[in-house]
């Protein structure tokens, strides 16, 4: 999980490059205003552009 600076020997890009060499790998980004990643894992990618708080309570009453 990289969470804004989390892992601080990571950048975002080293990230996104860890994904794409694990093609079976689903990467979740939930960040409002900001949700996306690079053309080169966007087929295995769900990218969610909205508050993290919503996104939980939503899932947590289905």
Do not use: H
């Amino acid at each position: 999980m990289y969470s804004g600076g989390f892992y601080s020997y990571l950048s975002q890009e080293e990230y996104w490059a860890y994904w794409s060499r694990y093609p079976n790998a689903t990467y979740a980004c939930v960040n409002y205003g900001q949700a996306t990643c690079p053309p080169k894992i966007q087929s295995q990618a769900v990218c969610i552009n909205e508050d993290i708080g919503k996104v939980l309570k939503s899932l947590c009453q289905k």
